[in-house]
C-alpha cells in the first residue's frame, strides 16, 4: 500500500509541478519512511511568512472490514536551510507517535492489504510580512525523502495564490 505524497502537489498546478517529483514521491511510502528522513523546504518571497504552530502532517488511514481508523496531526518544526528556504520537518517529539502509527496501519495492511487505506497531507497557513509580497509573487517547494539525499523540486515558481488556495493576496492576514 503506498500513500502518494503528490496531494501536496496538487494545489499548485500542473504547469509548475516537477514531473521528475511524481515518479520519486510514488516510490515513498509513508508506512516504511524514517520520520527523520522527510523533510519540505519551501522558498517564500518577500513579505510572506508561515504563521506558527500552523505547519502540520495528517496521516490517515481506514480498514474497511473492521471500521477502523487511525487519523494523526504531526507538527512540522521550522529550520533555517543552507540556501535562505525554510525546512519544515517532523517535530522530533512526534518521531515516537508517527513511528507506532506507521505500526499499526502496516498491521493492518499485513492483515487485510485490500481493506486497508489512507491518505497524507500537509497544510499550513500563510501570513503577510510588512507591506506583503509583490502581486505576481511565486514560491518553490522541495523536498527531502531520506536524510542523506539533496532536496529535489517538487515546485517551481509557482504564483502564491494558486499554492495557498487564494482569492488574492487580500485573503492573507498579517503574520503574529
Not at 25 to 54: F, H, K, N, W
Not at 136 to 159: G, H, Q, V, Y
Amino acid at each position: 500500500m503506498k500513500y502518494p505524497l503528490i496531494a501536496l502537489l496538487l494545489v499548485a498546478g500542473c504547469s509548475n509541478i516537477v514531473p521528475s517529483a511524481i515518479a520519486r514521491l510514488y516510490s515513498v511510502s509513508p508506512m516504511e519512511a524514517d520520520p527523520s528522513d522527510i523533510a519540505v523546504a519551501l522558498d517564500l518571497p518577500d513579505g510572506i511568512g508561515v504563521r506558527q504552530g500552523t505547519a502540520k502532517l495528517l496521516l490517515t488511514a481506514t480498514r474497511s472490514d473492521t471500521n477502523e481508523t487511525s487519523a494523526a496531526t504531526y507538527i512540522l518544526a521550522a529550520s533555517p536551510g543552507r540556501d535562505g528556504s525554510t525546512v519544515y520537518a517532523i517535530a522530533d517529539r512526534d518521531f515516537g507517535r508517527l513511528r507506532a502509527q506507521q505500526s499499526l496501519i502496516r498491521g493492518w495492511k499485513d492483515a487485510a492489504g485490500d481493506a486497508t487505506n489512507g491518505s497524507l497531507s500537509a497544510g499550513l497557513e500563510g501570513c503577510i510580512i510588512g507591506a506583503g509580497p509583490a502581486d505576481d509573487a511565486a514560491m518553490s517547494i522541495n523536498m527531502r525523502t531520506a536524510k542523506e539525499d539533496a532536496f529535489f523540486p517538487l515546485i517551481r515558481r509557482a504564483p502564491i495564490t494558486d499554492v495557498m488556495e487564494l482569492a488574492d493576496m487580500e485573503d492573507l492576514k498579517p503574520c503574529d
